[in-house]
């Protein structure tokens, strides 16, 4: 019978050879068929996360960024724009030494603390949930993918059709300066805003922490002395509100002291004038309500 074991070393050396080159060839051929379809699915990838993007966008981006990205005059800078895309735009007036992907990236998700007297009336907003925004991580990808999917149309804009605006910290240079972006009249900036702030309607705690009322107030007595607070303790708000003012119920006396804190002044703290004067533009009706209704609740929950 035919051996196909055979004691010749030569033979065992062909044998060996032989069947390298066909594991090559087959490991050749796998290659050969798996890229294409690799990048395929890269592709489809990249296409939903910036699908993704596109819809987060339009749902909180573009009150102050505008639709296109065009940016909104005084309210967001354009970020479809060709100083915001070119090498010697944005990114070196900044100073930023890493990619325009993780600049985005890193906006988005902490955002951009407010700048005493910014030029913007609105800060750019927290969006990860790591730094306390309402959005996973990949969602925040998708976000800044989507915004760098801009890369080609802006660098084809010419310096006159860039809609960037300038920064006040950082004097963008003449040849990018354009003042014709999109100009929305004031009722519609208003409906915007008003539009936004209704699909974004923060809990009690968040106001509580994101407008730092927990930077003067105390809720709990316990507390008091703790961190030197500026303003009065509210643990025991309830007991206390209905008898501030006469003729005001304990709602109404809260309501007040947070719309209108010059109206009527704490004993002992009238030199202080401290609380913020302009929560009535940055909370909304419904956010307010709910945060009186929170303050002047014993057993809230913080
Ligand atoms: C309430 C208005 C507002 C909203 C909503 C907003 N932004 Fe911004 N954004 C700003 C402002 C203002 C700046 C400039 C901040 C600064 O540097 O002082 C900014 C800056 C940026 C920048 C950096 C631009 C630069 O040149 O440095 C990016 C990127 C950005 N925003 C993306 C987004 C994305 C994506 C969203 C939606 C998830 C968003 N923004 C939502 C107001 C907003
Ligand atoms: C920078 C400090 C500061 C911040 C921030 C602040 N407050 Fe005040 N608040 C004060 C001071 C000081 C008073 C007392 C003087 C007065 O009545 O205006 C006060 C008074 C009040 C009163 C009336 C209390 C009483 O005992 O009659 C309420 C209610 C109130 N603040 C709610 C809030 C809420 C809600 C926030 C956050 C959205 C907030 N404050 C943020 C300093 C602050």
């Not at 592709?43 to 065009?70: F, L």
């Not at 479809?80 to 890493?98: A, E, I, K, P, Q």
């Not at 963008?172 to 999109?182: G, L, R, S, V, Y």
């Amino acid at each position: 019978m035919h051996r196909l074991y055979t004691r010749s070393p030569i033979a065992k050396i062909m044998w060996g050879i032989l069947s390298s080159l066909v594991g090559i060839i087959v490991l050749l051929m796998v290659l050969v068929s798996e890229n294409p379809r690799m990048e395929a699915q890269t592709i489809n990838w990249e296409g939903r996360s910036i699908e993704n993007g596109a819809k987060m966008y339009a749902d909180n981006c573009v009150i102050c960024h505008g639709p296109d990205g065009q940016g909104i005059l005084g309210r967001g800078p354009g970020l479809n724009s060709y100083y915001f895309f070119t090498d010697t735009g944005r990114l070196r007036d900044v100073g930023w030494v890493g990619s325009l992907e993780d600049y985005v990236l890193l906006t988005i998700s902490a955002g951009r603390p407010s700048k005493v007297e910014s030029q913007w009336p609105e800060v750019m907003p927290t969006w990860d949930g790591k730094f306390g925004g309402p959005m996973r991580g990949d969602q925040v990808v998708d976000l800044a993918k989507f915004v760098m999917n801009w890369e080609e149309s802006a660098l084809a804009q010419t310096p006159e059709e860039d809609p960037f605006q300038p920064f006040e910290d950082v004097i963008k240079p003449m040849e990018f300066q354009n003042t014709a972006h999109i100009l929305l009249s004031e009722e519609e900036q208003a409906a915007a805003l008003e539009e936004y702030r209704a699909r974004n309607i923060r809990s009690p705690q968040e106001i509580w922490t994101g407008e730092a009322c927990f930077a003067c107030h105390n809720l709990e007595e316990r507390q008091v002395d703790l961190y030197g607070q500026n303003g009065p303790n509210f643990a025991d708000l309830y007991e206390r509100a209905g008898i501030r003012v006469e003729g005001m119920t304990a709602e109404e006396y809260v309501y007040e002291s947070i719309v209108n804190p010059t109206a009527y002044t704490v004993e002992t703290y009238e030199q202080a004038g401290q609380m913020p004067q302009n929560f009535a533009e940055k909370l909304s009706e419904d956010e307010i309500r709910a945060l009186v209704d929170w303050l002047l609740n014993p057993d809230r929950e913080q």
